[in-house]
């Protein structure tokens, strides 16, 4: 059984920064990729940004020049530096990790809000 433990959401003004990390464990043979999407009130849930074990990185433009993604492989994390927020990155931010097979797994969710 594969978890996903996310910590690092919260409320932070316009133009300010987040961190969220992940960290996966349980039964892990092989990582193709991990990353992050998010959900706004009343959308449909959006990849924000993944990479591969590989090191091939995605990005949405929305968020392109303001938030990094990174991966320590050997640890199994992930985590998304978020810099010049806007209220409209308002969301609940959701950790994934796909593994050798084209399964998913998800993380909680964490609530990001940015107010203006």
């Known amino acids: 059984q594969v978890q996903l433990l996310e910590s690092g959401g919260g409320l932070v ?44 990185t995605t990005v949405v433009d929305s968020v392109k020049g303001r938030f990094t993604i990174s991966r320590d492989n050997g640890k199994n994390t992930v985590s998304l530096q978020m810099n010049s927020l806007k209220p409209e990155d308002t969301a609940v931010y959701y950790c994934y990790v796909e593994i050798w097979n084209g399964s998913r797994y998800w993380g909680q969710g964490t609530q990001v809000t940015v107010s203006s």
């Open 13 to 56: 003004q316009a133009g300010g920064s987040l961190r969220l990390s992940c960290a996966a464990s349980g039964i892990i043979v092989s990582i193709n990729s991990m990353g992050w999407y998010r959900q706004a009130p009343g959308k449909q849930r959006e990849l924000i940004a993944g990479k591969t074990s590989g090191g091939r």
